[in-house]
């Protein structure tokens, strides 16, 4: 019962997310590293504020032991970039994090890193699965926790200042004090609030969090920085008029911006502010990645630079293994996580938030007059994004219909070219596109449409949900 999906493994609590399921995949990794023979460098483990996610990481901790191998555990709920970079900067093979990211709060999951601190690639995540089913001897052995500790094959670490002084050295600090920015911090009950405060009080600006406290239940929202999910920080930033308004997801690898007008700005535009910022004013040089539901507007800001940007499927795993091979300045996704070259091999919203920061900070500008300058010469287009639920047989539907007879509707549009590299893709001469896949995280069909106005995306959603009859 145990599958990887794009961003790990991910269950209900008390369904399939159990203490056996989390021991027999510990247990699983336990044989993985030993066959590899990497079992005596040990692993570090994290965990974010979900329910049950300190106890999953001390159950997991106690099957390493128990195999003799050292866990290092971070003993403070943690952004699961720390637990990625902790991998990276000490080159250890392996490391979990205890986090469901974004999905509502019944859910928790676990995320596996390799080498370079890189989100498990599907090769790796088959090979645990198959390791996973290798396990016979249920309930696995487990060692007592105190016990772990007392033989010194459990460690409790917090190495949060290494990473933390890993971003401040590489953010021009000197610019942003300069500035006297006020920034208000949603991190949406999540992990990110000491982290990001740091960073930005250390660079001398003021601060005001909001949803800071921990709750299991996030508010009763799902924590994931969106238009609907943000509306009290855009409120926050109009009336405390604030300079900025930046939101992190539960586990603080997925990133969220009002600007200084209140308005929520969309992951596709951070990703291009971004890159622009880093190719205009930094003067990097290199091609830019995202997967196959992110704006295209983004090719258009390569092209002006001379620069190419490379599609991949979903899965940052896809992202940053792509970023790896073109050595590309920044990869992103449409739901809110990027990376840049120099820093991690994975998402990271603390450090885009504070790459953000120092963008207003060097061009001088507001982030609503950068967007701006940015549209006016590149031009615009709305994203829309629609998520709808469905029984066992209406996916077997689906997936029979698109993927497997590649029966497509009447499109109201000239065509380019149909691709089926994730889902199904469809490429329109105009430069508009429109993407239907299943989710890899939860059980959702997923619409993605962008086209130059918001009608028209909607439109050609809307042609999709009649013919699938969703």
């Known amino acids: 019962m145990i599958k990887f999906g794009t961003g790990g493994w991910r269950a209900v609590i008390g369904d399939e997310f159990t203490k056996e399921n989390i021991q027999i995949l510990s247990r699983a990794i336990c044989d993985k590293m030993r066959e590899e023979k990497v079992d005596k460098e040990g692993i570090v483990l994290g965990y974010d504020r979900r329910f049950l996610s300190k106890e999953a990481m001390q159950w997991a901790a106690q099957v390493f032991a128990a195999e003799g191998i050292k866990a290092s555990l971070i003993n403070k709920s943690a952004p699961t970039p720390l637990v990625m970079f902790y991998v990276m900067k000490h080159e250890y093979h392996y490391g979990m994090m205890i986090t469901a990211s974004h999905n509502p709060a019944i859910y928790n999951g676990i995320k596996v890193f390799t080498f370079g601190g890189r989100d498990a690639d599907e090769v790796q995540t088959a090979d645990i699965e198959r390791y996973i089913n290798e396990v016979t001897d249920i309930p696995v052995d487990e060692m007592n926790y105190a016990e772990g500790i007392g033989k010194g094959l459990i460690e409790e670490i917090y190495p949060l200042n290494e990473y933390l002084d890993s971003i401040i050295d590489t953010v021009d600090m000197d610019q942003i004090k300069k500035r006297g920015l006020r920034i208000a911090l949603d991190p949406m009950y999540g992990v990110s609030e000491t982290s990001l405060k740091t960073i930005l009080m250390t660079a001398r600006c003021e601060v005001e969090t909001i949803h800071e406290r921990h709750d299991t239940l996030f508010g009763g929202k799902l924590p994931a920085p969106t238009a609907e999910t943000l509306r009290t920080l855009q409120n926050y930033v109009i009336d405390r008029r604030c300079d900025l308004g930046l939101a992190t997801d539960g586990d603080a690898d997925r990133i969220g911006v009002i600007d200084d007008q209140g308005n929520f700005l969309h992951p596709n535009d951070i990703l291009v502010l971004l890159y622009y910022y880093l190719v205009k004013y930094k003067g990097w040089h290199g091609p830019a990645v995202r997967n196959i539901c992110t704006t295209h507007l983004l090719d258009r800001v390569a092209e002006s630079f001379g620069e190419q940007c490379y599609e991949v499927p979903v899965g940052f795993k896809h992202i940053s293994a792509k970023m790896f091979a073109t050595d590309a300045i920044i990869g ?139």
């Not at 007059?369 to 615009?380: A, D, V, Y």
């Not at 209406?394 to 070219?417: A, F, N, T």
């Not at 105009?430 to 239907?436: A, L, M, P, R």
Request: one cysteine or more; aromatic letters at 10%.
């Open 332 to 470: 992103g996704e449409s739901s809110g996580g990027m990376a840049v070259r120099g820093h991690i091999k994975g998402k990271d919203g603390i450090y885009a938030s504070a790459l953000l920061v120092e963008m207003i900070a060097v061009s001088g500008m507001k982030l609503s007059e950068i967007m701006e300058t940015i549209r006016k010469e590149f031009g615009g287009m709305a994203l829309e994004e629609r998520d709808y639920r469905f029984s066992p047989q209406k996916k077997e539907d689906i997936q029979k219909q698109l993927l497997v007879d590649k029966e497509l509707p009447q499109i109201p549009y000239e065509v380019e070219k149909v691709s089926y590299l994730d889902g199904l893709k469809i490429y329109l001469k105009d430069g508009g596109w429109i993407s239907v896949r299943f989710s890899g995280t939860e059980p959702l069909l997923r619409i993605f449409c962008e086209m130059k106005e918001k009608q028209d995306a909607a439109a050609f959603c809307k042609v999709f949900e009649d013919y699938l009859e969703l």
